[in-house]
Each structure stands twice: as structure tokens, then as C-alpha cells.
């Protein structure tokens, strides 16, 4: 394998989830279908469209929670929980037009780094949201080189800085493994058998059932706001297309939580086909703002070097 191959399966990643984010934002909540009703051939344009309070090619709470992350890996060297949280803190504090619910509950609480979601899941218990694994790919793509076990670890802990619960710790830990095969060329759908195996046996089950080949997102017993579906949709996404384009659109078509699911797609789908398969009209547009960090947006050739370093 080419160094440059891996690099630019990593930009793919870094740069695809953030696409999708934006690509995603003005639907959500819509309808199934909403985004191929309104853009029927695929590769036609205008799509990075805006809406909802959205500019067009403006990235979300997503990314900008993922581009923390990946900032604060590369200013302090290593993970640095306290740092990122932090940061977080710092970005929420700015009012940035979306946050999630049970995110902004735990960073504005007043609680230490390593208490704030801990004591957040003990008085609301049901906290399996996606919004820990929706800023996953910087940190996925950093870990990679540390194998299965160091990336599902660190996965973990960077998602109980603001969940509680296991199950979404679970969640993201199989997107990093699935993102560090990508970028080792393997095969992420065929590594979710062994990639199970990794799972905390509480939540193997749950998530055997939502990553299985024959799973389709109508089958969701919750709104894919919550983890599993969020992340079952992703994989499914990946595995009935054959494109970054593809797989973003389906992620939209699902309708609902659709900028997450997005992201979480084009984090995957980018690993998997690299950057050049990202549209250039769609990665044109995309900037990607940061509340609470001086003004600073940042473009797509800022992403790139974000994930250059990261993958280093
Ligand atoms: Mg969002």
C-alpha cells in the first residue's frame, strides 16, 4: 500500500464526513425521499442547497465537534480528555446554531470533565443518542495506526465525555475499527463479524442486529437520532451502494436525523473510496465554522491539512 493511497483514504474520511454533514443539514427531520425528490440524477449539482438556517455548504455541530477533537489531538500530541472537553465547553458556551440536547446539558453543568455525563446518565438514564459517534472520523483516523483495540478504547472515552451510556461508547468504537480498516484497505462491511467480537458483550447483541447484511433502516426500532440506527443506517448505506455519492444520498433519502447520519456515512464512505471520489462541487462550498474559537471557518483545504496531520 501507497503512504499517499492512505492519505488520501484518510482526507476521504475526514473531509466525506463533513460533506455529508452539510449536505445533510437542510433535511432534517424531512421526509424519506426529500433529497432525491428535489435532486433526481445523481451528479447534477446545486445540491449543497442550504435551508433551515443553514447557508449552503455550511457544516454542523457535527463537524464542528469532530474538528475540536481533531485540533486538540494534534495541539496536545495524544488524548488529552480534560483538553477536549474543554474545548467543547468553549464552543458551547458561543451559541452555535445547533447543539445536541443531552450534549449541551452535560458541557454547561457545572460538573467536572470526568463526572459531567456520568451524573447526567444517572438522573436521565436513556442517553444512547448518536450526537459522540456524529464527531467520530478525526479521531478514528488518528487511532487507526494503533490498532483494533487502542482505537475502540479511545473511542470510548472521548464519547463518555458527553454520554453516559455504554451503548454509545459501543457505537462509536465500532465506527473507529470500521474506519481503520478502511484505511488499511481492508473491508469495513466484512469486518463487522470480527469487529463484534470487540463489542462490551452488554451491547453485542443489540448491535449484531442493526450491522447484520439483511438489516435495512425501516427495520429501526428508534429514531435514528439514537445510536444504533444512526449507525446501522450508515453501514447499510455503505453496503447497497457503490459510491461516496451513493451512500450520502441514501443516508439523506432515510430522512430524520439526517445530517448525522450523514456524516456518519461520508466518514465511512470516504474511507472507504478516498477523497478524489468526493465531489469537488460539493467540497467547494463546504466551510466549516467554529463558535467560540475567534471566528474561525474553516475550508476544505484547512480539512485537508487537518487530516493529513491526523493520519500522519
Ligand atoms: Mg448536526
Given at each position: ?6 492519505t ?7 473531509i ?31 445540491e ?24 486538540s ?7 488529552e ?28 453543568s457545572?460538573?467536572?470533565?470526568d ?20 464527531r ?11 490498532g483494533?483495540?487502542?482505537t ?17 461508547w459501543?457505537?462509536?468504537?465500532i ?42 433502516p ?25 459510491s ?16 448525522t ?19 469537488e ?32
Amino acid at each position: 500500500m501507497t503512504e499517499s493511497f492512505r492519505t488520501a483514504r484518510a482526507l476521504g474520511a475526514v473531509i466525506g464526513s463533513a460533506v455529508g454533514d452539510a449536505l445533510g443539514a437542510p433535511f432534517e427531520f424531512g421526509p424519506e425521499g426529500a433529497f432525491s425528490a428535489r435532486f433526481p440524477e445523481p451528479g447534477q449539482g446545486g445540491e449543497m442547497c442550504g435551508g433551515g438556517g443553514w447557508e449552503p455548504g455550511e457544516a454542523t455541530d457535527d463537524t464542528q465537534m469532530a474538528v475540536l477533537v481533531g485540533e486538540s489531538l494534534l495541539d496536545c500530541g495524544r488524548l488529552e480528555l480534560p483538553d477536549v472537553f474543554r474545548r467543547f465547553q468553549r464552543w458551547a458556551a458561543a451559541e452555535p446554531k445547533d447543539i445536541g440536547l443531552q450534549t449541551e446539558a452535560v458541557l454547561s453543568s457545572g460538573d467536572a470533565w470526568d463526572m459531567a455525563a456520568a451524573l447526567h446518565f444517572q438522573v436521565n438514564q436513556r442517553t444512547a443518542g448518536n450526537g459522540a459517534l456524529m464527531r467520530a472520523t478525526p479521531a478514528a483516523v488518528h487511532f487507526a495506526r494503533a490498532g483494533r483495540d487502542a482505537t475502540m478504547d479511545a473511542a470510548r472515552r472521548i464519547a463518555a465525555l458527553t454520554h453516559g451510556d455504554r451503548a454509545a461508547w459501543e457505537g462509536t468504537a465500532i465506527f473507529h475499527e470500521l474506519v481503520r480498516v478502511a484505511l488499511d484497505e481492508g473491508d469495513a462491511s466484512a469486518a463487522v463479524p470480527a469487529t463484534l467480537e470487540a463489542v462490551h458483550p452488554d451491547h453485542r447483541d443489540r448491535y449484531a442486529v442493526v450491522l447484520a447484511p439483511d438489516w435495512h433502516p425501516d427495520q429501526a426500532t428508534e429514531f435514528n437520532g439514537a445510536v444504533w440506527p444512526c449507525l446501522g443506517s450508515a453501514v447499510w448505506a455503505l453496503r447497497t451502494t457503490s459510491s461516496y455519492e451513493d451512500a450520502v444520498r441514501a443516508a439523506i433519502d432515510l430522512g430524520g436525523d439526517t445530517d448525522t447520519v450523514a456524516a456518519v456515512t461520508g466518514g465511512l464512505a470516504g474511507a472507504v473510496y478516498g477523497i478524489s471520489a468526493v465531489p469537488e462541487r460539493w467540497t467547494g462550498v463546504l466551510h466549516v465554522p467554529l463558535p467560540g474559537f475567534g471566528g474561525r471557518v474553516l475550508r476544505v483545504g484547512e480539512l485537508a491539512e487537518l487530516g493529513r496531520r491526523l493520519s500522519g
